[in-house]
Each structure stands twice: as C-alpha cells, then as structure tokens.
C-alpha cells in the first residue's frame, strides 16, 4: 500500500483525483490541500509515499514548493499546462498528467511507481481499470462534464477543439494529439490530423470520407489504412 496527498487549488480537480484514488487497490489517501503551505505543514509532520501536486496555485507554486523539500516523496505533477513538462522531469517527478486526467492515464502513471510484475499489473488493470462514461474539460473557467457517448465528432482548429455533442458544441484550448490519449479507442477513432469521430454516431462511410448524420468528416490519407480497418469491423 502507498500512502498518498492531493495539492490543488481547485475543489473539483481535488475531488477527481481523490475517486481514482480511491480506485485504485495499492493507493491510500491521507489529506488533500488547496495550497502547497497547508501541504508543507503536514509533510513536516507526516511521511507519505506520493505527492500528486497541482503547479499553478496561489502564494506558491508545485514548483517552488518542490523544490523548498529536503526529502520529497514521489511526485506526480497535475496541471492544466504542458509548459511545465520539461522543468517538471528535471526535478525527477514520475510523471506529469494533464487536466482533464482520465483514469487510464492516471493508473498508468501510479503503477509505475511500484515494481511489481508483468502479470500483476495485468491482474490490477483488469480489477480497476474500465472505459470511462465521461471526462471533465477545460470551458470558460470551469470544469465541465461530457458524456462520451454523446459526443459525435470533434474538430481541431489550431489550438482548439470544437467537441459536438448531441446537444451542444464546446469549445477547449487544447491539442487534438493529446486529448485523443483521453479517450477510449473502443469507441473514437482518429480518421484525419483535424478530426476524431465516435464510431457509434457514424451512419455511413466510403473510401473517402465518413456521415454522421448530415455532416460529411473526410478520412486522410495518413489515417486511412487504420481507419478503414476499424470501421470495417464489427464494434
């Protein structure tokens, strides 16, 4: 069992972090904190095996706050911003996870932090491990929740995703290469550099290009093959 803190700043991202703890079998949660003093304060009266600790905070960063410890636990850094990733390895953190963090991205990152086996990580993925019914993403401030199975398509448009749903479009700052690693690939399919479908919603499709409902999604050359193979399949 590895005991473990939550630092973040943020209610929701705290509560997240907190269930997929929970989850996970070898984890054990002690305390989370909304800034890296009231962590401090603790550490320096508790030991604990894991840090999951958030960068952009008020007072002190995850940073500085990493850096002012003598004998740091393992860290893994959470973080709505990808700038950080290079500083983050240089003060040998164990992994740095993205918001909105799904839970298979989540499990990948703490088992690395126990050796065990092969065949035991096997057994826990299978224990814990199931396709996530939705994700949390990043909308005017706020953490919103999306229902996978409603989402039809998404289209990149530089920095930006437009996620269509059944019922609304949002709009995320975010790259289309790394939101795709938040989805389950039993139901999304990448089929073009500026498009992910759900393979659920698409009523019809040729060589060239994908229906859902009215809208028509092309399929690039570089995504074809694969595409195709999985479109051919039966779900």
């Given amino acids: 069992m590895m005991t473990c803190i939550v630092v973040d700043d943020e209610p929701l991202a705290r509560s997240l972090l907190e269930q997929h703890i929970a989850d996970v079998p070898f984890l054990e949660h002690r305390a989370s904190f909304k800034n890296a003093l009231l962590a401090a304060d603790f550490l320096s009266k508790n030991q604990v095996d894991v840090l999951f600790l958030d960068i952009q905070m008020p007072k002190l960063t995850g940073i500085d706050f990493l850096k002012s410890l003598q004998h740091p636990p393992k860290v893994i850094f959470t973080t709505a911003y990808r700038e950080y990733a290079v500083e983050s390895y240089e003060l040998q953190a164990q992994d740095y996870l993205l918001k909105p963090i799904t839970f298979e991205r989540f499990f990948k990152a703490v088992s690395r932090l126990q ?121």
């Fill in 115 to 235: 050796v065990v086996t092969p065949k035991v990580v096997e057994t826990l993925s299978q224990e814990v491990t199931t396709v996530p019914t939705h994700i949390f993403v990043h909308v005017n401030k706020k953490h919103v929740k999306v229902i996978l199975e409603e989402v039809r398509y998404i289209e990149s448009i530089k920095d930006y995703l437009k996620i269509h749903t059944t019922t609304e479009t949002l709009v995320i700052k975010e790259r289309i290469s790394h939101f795709i690693d938040q989805l389950p690939d039993t139901s999304f399919i990448r089929v073009h550099r500026s498009y992910i479908v759900n393979r659920d919603h698409i009523t019809a499709f040729t060589q060239q290009d994908i229906e859902i409902g009215n809208i028509e999604i092309p399929i690039g050359g570089k995504y074809k093959e694969e595409a195709l193979s999985i479109l051919k399949k039966a779900p």
